[in-house]
């Protein structure tokens, strides 16, 4: 997927418009992946351990 790089290369102006977190309610600044700084680390946090889980139900199943 070439998009992202598109997006990110091709329009200087894309990323210079400030972003706000997606989280509704939410208004502090973008940091990462449409997520403030508390939001994205929280979310990446329940990610990892998603994967824990799966991982472990994997090992279940076997
Ligand atoms: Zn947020």
Not at 45 to 56: G, S, T, Y
Request: aromatic share 8%; with cysteine.
């Amino acid at each position: 997927m070439h998009y992202k790089r598109w997006a990110r290369h091709g329009d200087p102006e894309v990323t210079m418009v400030k972003k706000e977190c997606k989280v509704a309610g939410c208004e502090r600044r973008h940091f990462c992946k449409g997520y403030c700084e508390p939001h994205y680390r929280r979310m990446r946090k329940e990610k990892a351990l998603e994967e824990e889980i799966n991982q472990i139900n994997q090992q279940n199943k076997i």
